[in-house]
């Protein structure tokens, strides 16, 4: 199961950095995706990065500001965030996802507040 790492409280125009680890020996065979789901509302998509890592995709609401990437000797994926605002506020997922199978992380929280 993945984990995820990085969250927590942070001013609007700052930056945070979430990891997703994946165990060991694993990680090369999925693509990776972050969720977020924001208070109320449905888990939406905000970028995903294929196994390789040649391949990145983003959510209209954060390109310019997030960045996806991996590091396979480490097996972590990472989400750089920057210029956040109080809308990227929730929790954010990480899915490890290998054809239709998917594995989901328990989430770690971010609140963008002044």
């Known amino acids: 199961q993945p984990v995820e790492s990085g969250g927590g409280l942070v001013q609007p125009g700052g930056s945070l950095r979430l990891s997703c680890a994946v165990p060991?020996?694993?990680?090369?065979?999925?693509?990776m995706e972050w969720w977020h789901q924001a208070p109320g509302k449905q888990r939406e998509m905000v970028a995903s990065?294929?196994?390789?890592?040649?391949?990145?995709e983003y959510a209209d609401p954060v390109k310019g500001r997030f960045t996806i990437s991996r590091d396979l000797a480490m097996s972590i994926a990472y989400l750089q965030m920057d210029l956040l605002q109080p809308d990227d506020s929730g929790f954010y997922y990480c899915?490890?996802?290998?054809?239709?199978?998917?594995?989901w992380g328990r989430g770690t929280q971010v609140y963008v507040t002044s």
């Open positions: 899915n490890a996802r290998y054809g239709q199978n998917n594995c």
């Open positions: 060991e020996g694993t990680f090369t065979k999925y693509d």
């Open positions: 990065i294929t196994r390789t890592g040649r391949t990145t």
